[in-house]
Nanobody, 127 residues
Framework: QLQLVESGGGLVQPGGSLRLSCAAS????????VGWFRQSPGKEREGVSC????????NYVDSVKGRFTISRDNAKNTVYLQMNSLTPEDTAVYYC????????????????????WGQGTQVIVSS
């Protein structure tokens, strides 16, 4: 069964950058839509970004457009999320998820459509 492990989180000052990694194992990630989600205490889980299996299409929630970039390296079975110009509002536990459904467009930011989830990595943006 597909397993996902996130890494790259940590403490960063506002305006700083982090790159998160989502390493897949057990199965090839080549045929999965992969998304990044985040959740903070008292807030609903939010879809941040997603990328199609081939990497030809990406989507982002409005609040991160122009700051975050999702990419994938299928040869390494890994998906990345480059986060720049971070703000305290980006503080959350970030989760990587994968779906075998033929998701397109903003549907890729809907968490209930994903069946495989990692354990999350903490991102704290604070001065």
């Amino acid at each position: 069964q597909l397993q996902l492990v996130e890494s790259g989180g940590g403490l960063v000052q506002p305006g700083g950058s982090l790159r998160l990694s989502c390493a897949a194992s057990g199965l090839s990630i080549n045929y999965y839509i992969v998304g990044w989600f985040r959740q903070s205490p008292g807030k609903e889980r939010e879809g941040v970004s997603c990328i199609t299996s081939s990497g030809d299409t990406t989507n982002y929630v409005d609040s991160v457009k122009g700051r975050f970039t999702i990419s994938r390296d299928n040869a390494k079975n890994t998906v990345y999320l480059q986060m720049n110009s971070l703000t305290p509002e980006d503080t959350a536990v970030y989760y990587c998820a994968a779906s075998s459904l033929p998701l397109t467009g903003v549907s890729g930011l809907k968490g209930f459509l994903y069946s495989h989830w990692g354990q999350g990595t903490q991102v704290i943006v604070s001065s």
